[in-house]
């Protein structure tokens, strides 16, 4: 019921004493009241019925309807048994955006409640009758075969609103409206992954058309990153009861769903644990290459075919319980799934093994090196948005290697993994193309290596680094264990550092660039804007305090070494 219609109800008798922007409110509950504050007591939609006894005192009246626009009423209806409605109720509700009914003193209030009851059961018997009808109809679509296109499309014929399924990292998998753009949906998802409680609603869109409200249901999954929600356009407290429904049977169908998908993956997912764990051991290139071809084969990825090999460990202090492990797995397939839908992933230790398939190049042979090829393409590079696929055709595109075709793939991401309230954090090694099954053991071990090394650069909440990023030191430190870097750095930089503390020295920037530029007196000061003696001064104070040579070539290695050490 809306507030025009109980304005239009004949004997009634009652009048608009403010604008009329406020008549397609909807009604939904009839509440009563002479108390001054009564907040504790409204929900949204209430239609407040008040004998105006609190109007007693300057600033009563401010204070009341403070009280009722906080709490999102949809009209307020003053009786007149006591006079007509005070000037200063009339502009309060005006200020604050009630709406305002002046009930006259021959209607009672025990009327007006009975004909609003009698019209919301009435509309509410009316409206329940067509969500279950939709509901018979999703599930009849459900019962053969319908996936989530299809059953987004039949709600949306049904309930003519604009509504989007979106996963928690941004990405778009179905909707009844116009296409979502990279960075709306990714407003979207960070909406979605801050909200304390679903549902919410939030601000979206481009800065010239200015923001939109949208109406964020959750879809099921903990933590939210791994999450599927739906985004529908406006504000769901504005809606009619009828479409809040419908809204959150869609949700909870799209939830058994995904769950059903999920469930038919698993099969898959032994597959690539059993393929993952032989690669590592080096079947590639061992006893078990027949047996690695015929699971690949079963999971229907091809021996000879083309791949990335990623290496992804992710952490959460929030994310425990019995799907602790799960939700590692959806948030690895989530994140390469823009690149490849056809993923298998599966666990190594602490790390998941991504085996991401690129498109063919064309036929063109392997290297001589052992099947390996080349990083020379296999994707396009993402557009600012970050939308942008590889090309359909599998050839390179603009000389972009598919590794950081990947790479900007998972840093799109970023804003969500600072968004999400669990806290993840991401390092990722991602291999060059590999060729043929024989090639992929020695990509994971490269992506591996890589991961260890995007550990060492510490970004949070996401670090990533591609094979040709690795430079030999690096590999070498990336292979060490940390408690062994913190002693190597300690024991070379720690006098250094200590001095440069308390004395405010800057021992340790000269020595970098006095190494930057090869042990070179002049140059060091030229680029530190200091006269070649005060060099000379801190380089004669760090052989004292380490008791090693930065002249020596060999000391010149420890040093670099101890340096590039986080």
Request: hydrophobic share 40%.
């Amino acid at each position: 019921m809306r507030v025009r219609d109980l304005l239009s109800v004949p004997g009634l008798g009652l009048r608009l004493l403010t604008d009329v922007t406020g008549l397609d409110r909807a009604i939904e509950h009839v509440y009563t009241t002479d108390l001054l504050d009564p907040g504790r007591y409204l929900t949204p939609g209430d239609l407040v019925l008040t004998g105006m006894m609190w109007c007693r005192e300057p600033g009563d009246a401010e204070r009341f309807v403070t009280v009722l626009a906080k709490a999102g009423i949809a009209v307020l209806g003053a009786g007149e048994a006591l006079g007509q409605v005070p000037p200063e109720v009339i502009q309060a509700c005006g200020r604050h955006g009630v709406t305002l009914l002046a009930v006259p003193p021959e209607t009672s209030f025990a009327v007006v409640t009975e004909e609003v009851g009698r019209r919301l059961n009435g509309d509410r018997v009316t409206a329940m009758s067509r969500v279950l009808g939709r509901r018979r109809r999703l599930l009849s679509a459900m019962a053969e075969g319908a996936g989530l296109d299809e059953m987004l499309g039949l709600m949306g014929r049904e309930i003519g609103a604009e509504c989007w399924l979106l996963t928690g990292t941004g990405r778009v998998v179905g909707g009844t409206g116009a296409s979502l753009s990279r960075p709306l949906a990714l407003q979207l998802a960070c909406g979605y992954l801050k909200a304390e409680r679903l549902p919410a609603v939030t601000e979206a869109g481009a800065r010239l058309t200015g923001p939109k409200e949208y109406s964020l249901f959750g879809v099921g999954g903990e933590p939210r990153i791994t999450g599927w929600f739906l985004a529908c356009g406006g504000r769901e407290q504005d809606w009619p009861h009828e479409l809040r429904e419908s809204i959150a049977e869609l949700a909870a169908d799209v939830a058994l769903e995904r769950a059903r998908l999920d469930a038919s993956r698993t099969g898959d997912r032994k597959l690539a644990e059993a393929i993952i764990t032989m690669l590592a051991s080096g079947g590639g290139e061992g006893t078990a290459p027949v047996e690695i071809a015929s699971l690949m084969r079963a999971i229907g990825m091809s021996p000879d075919g083309r791949y990335l090999v990623a290496a992804m460990c992710a952490e959460s202090g929030r994310a425990a319980g019995p799907s602790a492990d799960r939700w590692r797995f959806e948030l690895a397939e989530e994140l390469a799934m823009p690149l490849s839908d056809a993923t298998l992933a599966g666990p190594l230790g602490d790390e998941i093994i991504l085996l991401v398939p690129l498109p063919s190049d064309g036929g063109r042979e392997p290297d001589s090196g052992g099947g390996r090829e080349p990083d020379s393409g296999g994707g396009r590079e993402p557009d600012s948005d970050g939308g942008r696929e590889p090309d359909s055709d599998g050839g390179p595109a603009d000389g972009v290697p598919a590794g950081h075709v990947f790479a900007a793939r998972l840093l799109d991401a970023q804003p969500v993994l600072e968004s999400d309230r669990s806290g993840v954090r991401l390092s990722v090694g991602i291999s060059a193309p590999a060729v043929g099954m024989v090639a992929l053991s020695g990509a994971l071990h490269e992506a591996s290596s890589a991961r260890r090394l995007a550990v060492l650069r510490g970004q949070t909440p996401i670090s990533v680094v591609t094979s040709d990023e690795v430079a030999s030191h690096e590999l070498l430190l990336a292979t060490v264990p940390r408690s062994v870097l913190r002693s190597f750095r300690e024991r070379m930089l720690g006098p250094l550092l200590a001095y440069d503390q308390r004395h405010k020295a800057e021992l340790v920037p000269t020595l970098r660039e006095f190494l930057a530029c090869s042990g070179s007196w002049n140059a060091c000061a030229a680029r530190m804007y200091v006269h070649v003696n005060t060099v000379r001064y801190r380089i004669r104070r760090i052989e004292e305090l380490t008791g090693r040579d930065p002249s020596s070539l060999d000391d010149q290695v420890d040093f670099f070494l101890a340096l590039r050490i986080r």
